[in-house]
């Protein structure tokens, strides 16, 4: 539960808002398997992770839109909306229903381990402690030093977190990991990563073209398989490190050619696939994706 309520000013209005914007979230995602999400969004405050206001926020009716909320009352964050974060590098917080989706995917429990790629100033971060309560781990990479630090600040209450400043695709000394949620779009799962992915381990990763749009990969690991699902589609802002531009232009095509396709994706697979191989979906480099079991 989170336990600094009293280092920022709070109001029941504001805590009654907090709480409507969490049921809201619940059924927009929707939150099916864990409703311990909803109560880490009802526990957390936005405010603490976005500072003062007004707020820049995203529209949702028109794309590349924004607009200042008319007041610093931390209300206006109580909506599933986007809100920024760095404008120059076009960073924004993330859309609330979209990682209660990614999270209820994951169906994160106490006691595990996660690392998160990307916890720009650390609200989904929090949300993510709150789920392994204090029994679990937090590891949250930022790219960008000056958000990793606002981020280590806006955390120094959850024993659980450790905020790394650096690019979590070129480290090399992770814990085993439960879980693995990336918050910016790459082209493949780095190696590393998924060498200390534990058995039964999931991840989901915004898989995106050159363009920035493309899909949520779920995978879950089982001795050597990695399954493979889309659970839905998205858009992000580059990952460093984890994206060849080769394989961003591939996956923008067979995309934007077979809409649709991601939908039979099955498995992940590390390497080159045979030369009679007649199921891959995408080929890329030093991995492909099929969509059926390889015998």
Not at 51 to 80: A, E
């Amino acid at each position: 539960m989170y336990q600094d309520e009293t280092a920022i000013s709070i109001g029941s209005d504001t805590i009654d808002a907090r709480r409507w914007y969490a049921e809201d979230i619940r059924h927009a995602a929707p939150v099916i398997k864990n409703h311990k999400i909803t109560e880490a969004f009802a526990e957390v405050p936005r405010e603490r992770y976005l500072g003062h206001g007004p707020w820049t926020i995203h529209s949702r009716l028109s794309v590349g839109t924004t607009y200042k909320s008319v007041s610093d009352d931390p209300k206006h964050l109580y909506h599933d909306l986007l809100i920024s974060i760095d404008e120059a590098l076009g960073i924004n917080n993330g859309l609330p229903s979209l990682w209660a989706h990614v999270f209820d995917n994951l169906d994160i429990k106490p006691g595990e381990t996660v690392l998160q790629v990307g916890a720009g100033l650390g609200y989904f971060t929090a949300i993510l402690a709150e789920l392994v309560t204090e029994t679990g781990r937090v590891v949250a990479y930022e790219y960008e030093d000056k958000l990793a630090k606002q981020a280590k600040q806006n955390l120094n209450h959850y024993q659980q977190v450790e905020v790394i400043s650096g690019n979590a695709a070129e480290a090399d000394e992770f814990p085993q990991l439960d879980i693995i949620v990336g918050c910016a779009g790459v082209t493949h799962v780095p190696k590393v990563w998924l060498s200390h992915l534990a058995e039964c381990g999931r991840l989901v990763l915004p898989f995106t073209g050159e363009d920035q749009w493309g899909f949520l990969l779920h995978l879950q690991k089982s001795g050597a398989d990695l399954s493979a699902k889309s659970i839905g589609p998205c858009g992000f802002y580059h990952c460093y490190g984890a994206r060849t531009e080769e394989d961003g232009k591939a996956l923008m095509s067979v995309l934007k050619s077979e809409p649709r396709s991601v939908q039979g994706i099955q498995h992940y697979h590390v390497g080159a696939p045979r030369e009679d191989q007649n199921d891959v979906w995408l080929k890329g480099n030093g991995f492909w994706i099929t969509k059926s079991k390889v015998s």
